[in-house]
């Protein structure tokens, strides 16, 4: 599998991390981050460690004066299928103002999670980790650089209302024939639900959710815990006892 070589910032903006957030889990102050972003200051070997941990990857640091990156490679899930279903919501509601990063994130999510409540089977089976703002899919930043990379989506900057916003927009389109009849209905079903809803406004939703909520932060959502949800998020019915 072929490794992309990008810079410590680009990495934590990938995932919406703050860098309060990424200082504090790396256990440095945000001035040293700041240095160790801008090549000013190399990653000591316990830094390192704790960067694969917090981002779920297989990394290498090189650290030089002036030059700080990381290597990445990801663990193969369903990648081909994340795709599909990626390519398939920028059809659907990529246009919209309100869909950015953060949204597509929630809707991911919630995707994979309602589908394995409902069927206790995975759709996309990505690795969600616990950032401030909600779950956030660890493997989305390398598949979309490469789905960058193929022409198959294109990223722009954009605004909400007063927000900045990155939005993707696709130049294919999806294969269907590689989701059942049952995974485009939960996929229609989510986009039905939550497709019209502000990044704010589905952070605060997937906060009440318990594979968040049981979360410590920086750390990955358990799928399991999708049964015992609240009553308002729960997808599936179960037989009273």
Do not use: C
């Amino acid at each position: 599998m072929s490794v992309k070589k990008i810079n410590a910032k680009e990495l934590r903006d990938s995932y919406g991390m703050s860098q309060e957030d990424l200082a504090l889990r790396l256990g440095i102050s945000r001035p040293t981050l700041i240095k160790i972003e801008k090549g000013e200051r190399p990653l000591k070997i316990s830094e390192k460690r704790k960067l694969e941990d917090i981002f779920g990857l297989v990394a290498s640091v090189e650290s030089e004066s002036k030059n700080t990156n990381i290597r990445i490679s990801i663990p193969q899930k369903n990648i081909e299928k994340f795709k599909q279903v990626f390519l398939y919501l920028l059809e659907k509601v990529g246009s919209k103002p309100n869909v950015g990063m953060t949204v597509i994130y929630k809707l991911l999510y919630f995707i994979d999670f309602d589908y394995y409540e409902k069927y206790e089977e995975q759709i996309m089976g990505l690795t969600y980790f616990r950032n401030h703002h909600g779950p956030a899919p660890r493997e989305f930043a390398k598949v979309v650089d490469r789905m960058k990379e193929d022409e198959e989506v294109e990223a722009v900057n954009s605004k909400f209302f007063t927000y900045d916003q990155k939005k993707f927009l696709p130049r294919k389109k999806a294969d269907l024939g590689s989701l059942s009849g049952k995974e485009l209905e939960m996929i229609d079903d989510v986009i039905a639900r939550y497709g019209d809803r502000t990044a704010k406004e589905l952070s605060r939703i997937s906060h009440e959710d318990m594979p968040w909520a049981a979360a410590k932060p920086g750390a990955d959502l358990e799928y399991d815990h999708v049964f015992y949800r609240p009553d308002n998020l729960s997808v599936r019915e179960f037989e009273e006892l």
